[in-house]
C-alpha cells in the first residue's frame, strides 16, 4: 500500500468523479482510525458525510491500492481539476 495523502478544501463531486476513475481500492482514513474504502458508495457516503463542511471536504486522508490512483489523487488535490486524469 502506498503512502497517505492529505487532501484539504476538495470538491465533493470533482472528488467523487476521480474515485470513478481509480482502478484499485481507495481508502479514507479517519484521524479515529477507521479505514473506509471508497470504492463502495456506501462507504463514500458515510465517511464524506463526517467530514464535509460547506459542500467541500474539509480535510481527508487517503490510501491507494495502486501508484497511479495515488497519482490521480495527488494532481487532483493540487491542481482541483478532475479532467487532466486518464
Do not use: W
Amino acid at each position: 500500500m502506498s503512502k497517505m495523502i492529505e487532501l484539504h478544501d476538495i470538491d465533493v463531486p470533482g472528488f467523487l468523479a476521480v474515485l470513478d476513475k481509480c482502478v484499485g481500492n481507495v481508502y479514507l482514513m479517519t484521524r479515529d482510525g477507521d479505514k473506509l474504502n471508497l470504492k463502495s458508495k456506501l462507504c463514500q457516503l458515510v465517511g464524506l458525510t463526517a467530514l464535509i463542511e460547506g459542500g467541500k471536504i474539509a480535510e481527508a486522508f487517503v490510501m491507494c491500492d495502486n501508484p497511479e490512483d495515488e497519482s490521480k489523487l495527488f494532481r487532483f488535490n493540487l491542481y482541483k481539476d478532475e479532467t487532466d486524469t486518464k
